[in-house]
């Protein structure tokens, strides 16, 4: 499987099927059903680069998990986990939310999935587990109902085992708003701050690695790595969005920026514009 490049329609579309606090129906907020636990399964197929930076593309499959017991949320969504253990109420109201995050770092791991044969000169990453935290805080009932959630969150992650040993900080804002009780949308934007060690891992270019590839040598430095927006829909397909299947679909573009976008792996071998598309079915009960 390829890196998921946090798959951002995917993954913010999966937990806005699931939420507690429902979408307005034909008789009136009293009859949504605001509470309880719920779980979402599902599966996916992302068209996503074949590796961070390239300009070649492929479809991998994205298993998704996700759900909420007793108010606390969990995400398991292709290779990123979280969980927010600050308990949830239903309603119109404040969200404030933290806790562990952890993604399986595949970029570069497979050569096969590569396509530019100089970036496979550069050789393989072994995967990396990246492990951190988040906060954030929401608030459901802001623009179009007293139902729709505007949230503002940051994570840190950092490499643990494997080849990127580096950390990443992560800004997000995610908007939803439902339509009616079987059709939903939303927006997101986030970006990425990445250190050396990220760089290291997949951006430079070393003596050897330039002899083998061809690549110029390049080091760099860490900043500010990328940017990312997009916007996704879901629409239930049986019962409603709380309950029975559902279709997700959604879109993102990717910027990288600084040293991140110079290095020859993005700016020679790839493209510095990176688009992902996802569409899936799930399952929530």
Do not use: C
């Not at 390829?2 to 329609?9: E, Q």
């Amino acid at each position: 499987m390829r890196l998921l490049l946090l798959a951002p329609a995917l993954l913010l579309a999966t937990p806005a099927i699931a939420q507690d606090t429902g979408s307005p129906g034909p008789k009136g907020p009293e009859t949504i059903d605001t509470g309880g636990d719920h779980v979402t399964i599902g599966v996916g197929g992302a068209y996503m680069p074949d590796y961070e930076g390239a300009d070649h593309y492929g479809i991998s499959a994205v298993p998704v998990a996700i759900g909420s017991v007793s108010g606390f949320n969990f995400q398991l969504i292709g290779n990123r986990f979280s969980a927010d253990l600050i308990p949830n109420k239903p309603g119109p109201t404040w969200d404030l939310q933290a806790g562990p995050v952890a993604v399986l770092d595949l970029n570069r791991s497979v050569l096969s999935y590569i396509d530019d044969r100089r970036v496979r000169a550069l050789g393989k990453r072994d995967r990396s587990l990246e492990v951190g935290g988040y906060v954030g805080i929401g608030k459901t009932g802001v623009i179009t109902s007293q139902y729709d959630q505007l949230s503002v969150s940051v994570s840190y992650r950092k490499g643990v085992i494997g080849d990127q040993r580096g950390a990443i900080w992560s800004p997000t804002i995610n908007y939803l708003t439902p339509l009616s009780r079987k059709a939903a949308v939303g927006l997101f934007a986030s970006a990425e701050h990445a250190d050396r060690k990220y760089g290291q891992a997949y951006f430079d270019v070393s003596a050897a690695g330039s002899a083998a590839s061809g690549l110029p040598q390049f080091t760099t430095r860490g900043g500010w790595k990328s940017w990312t927006a997009g916007g996704f829909v879901t629409v239930a397909l049986t019962g409603d969005l709380l309950h029975g299947f559902k279709l997700v679909a959604g879109g993102s573009y990717k910027r990288m920026l600084n040293d991140f976008a110079d290095s020859p792996v993005v700016s020679i071998a790839g493209n510095r514009n990176q688009w992902l598309a996802g569409a899936g079915l799930a399952y929530t009960f």
